[in-house]
């Protein structure tokens, strides 16, 4: 669950160091002569070298940091239709890959008949419908300043009162009858609110990253939604136990910051591999499960057996969306600092 597989602090110390005010170097601008001392229209060097050369390193240190992204990727030099071709090409290969390695037996219904698709469909609009909420109240709650009240809490207290919050806000929506509206969405909202409130620190990172980690977060569930839509039946259905096993380690290797001491270096280098990596593995094939799942339940609610409620299949699918989002954007901001 994105509550407690992910770390609200995990880049609070990266930003605290960028916080902090570079050291000034006195460096002459123009590299000119020493002024006379009786000149009376020349300030003196103490006074204006540390500004003037802060100035400079500011200037310089955009200036190359600007200069070597455009290098790197030759596609920003383009227009917009360049860019977006380029992605489309991306997504196509993604999509064409997943197929490929996961998809070789494909159903033997002769496709995806009309109830099950209009399910999905259901499920998949709840689930987009959820994630914007989320992403507009982290906004929201970020510019009110909640993001640094929430990094200045104690951890645990964060920690204990995002479970205490998700847990109840997400079992509630899903012991309501689904004939329930008024219930049903108020819950379903709070959720999506609570999630909201443990997520805005992520609006401390640039909007373009964050934008970059939500295309492949999008591409790579949608890859895995429609191998597991097209797949054979209840194909995947069996990854639920071993998932759950999966997911344990990932929730231990995302608590370890908190019990291992500093000094453990290797240790939690380690565990942040583990918890970056293999969280990306363990949710992409929860994406795979989930989907399964969801045309599971439409041909038991098709039979009689159970109810149909796109609302609760909608909170398993954002989960796994938060959990992928969240490594996607630490991977990209590690290897954007190492280019630097």
């Given amino acids: 669950m994105a509550f407690i597989l992910r770390r609200p602090f995990a880049f609070s110390g990266t930003l605290r160091q960028l916080s902090k005010p570079s050291q000034s170097v006195t460096v002459r601008a123009f590299h000119q002569a020493t002024p006379k001392p009786q000149s009376p229209n020349v300030f003196s060097q103490r006074t204006i070298a540390p500004s003037l050369s802060k100035s400079q ?3 310089r240190a955009t200036f190359r940091r600007n200069y070597q992204q455009a290098a790197y990727n030759p596609v920003a030099q383009g227009d917009l239709r360049q860019r977006l071709l380029f992605g489309a090409g991306i997504f196509g290969a993604t ?7 996961f998809n070789r037996e494909t159903r033997e219904d002769g496709g995806m008949p009309a109830y099950e698709r209009e399910y999905l469909n259901d499920t998949f609009m709840h689930t987009g419908l ?3 909420i989320i992403g507009l109240a982290a906004r929201q709650l970020h510019v009110s300043g909640w993001s640094f009240r929430l990094m200045a809490a104690n951890p645990w207290l964060v920690l204990g009162l995002g479970l205490v919050g998700s847990i109840g806000t997400m079992y509630g929506c899903m012991a309501t009858d689904p004939n329930n509206y008024v219930q049903k969405y ?4 709070a959720f999506n609110v609570t999630q909201a409130m443990l997520l805005s620190p992520l609006m401390f990172f640039q909007p373009a990253l964050l934008a970059r980690a939500g295309l492949y977060t999008a591409g ?3 890859s ?7 797949a054979k039946q209840e ?16 929730a231990i290797s995302g608590l370890a910051p908190l019990v291992l001491p500093v000094t453990a270096a290797r240790t939690l280098a380690f565990t942040e591999n583990i918890w970056l990596y293999g969280g990306l593995a363990v949710f992409g094939g929860f994406t795979l499960y989930d989907v399964q799942k969801v045309l599971h339940h439409a041909r038991l609610a098709e039979q009689g057996v159970i109810r149909k409620d796109a609302v609760n299949e909608s909170i ?8 992928i989002f969240i490594r996607m954007v630490q991977i990209l901001s590690m290897s954007q600092n190492r280019r630097k």
């Fill in 186 to 189: 108020t819950l379903w909202g």
């Fill in 224 to 230: 895995l939604a429609f191998v597991g839509a097209t």
């Fill in 57 to 59: 390193h500011v200037f």
């Fill in 235 to 250: 194909k995947y259905l069996y990854l639920g136990g071993p998932l759950l096993a999966g997911v344990a380690i990932v």
């Fill in 316 to 323: 398993s699918l954002e989960l796994d969306f938060l959990n």
């Fill in 95 to 101: 999509l064409l890959g997943i197929n490929l390695i």
């Fill in 130 to 132: 959820g994630v914007g």
């Fill in 220 to 222: 790579m569930m949608g």
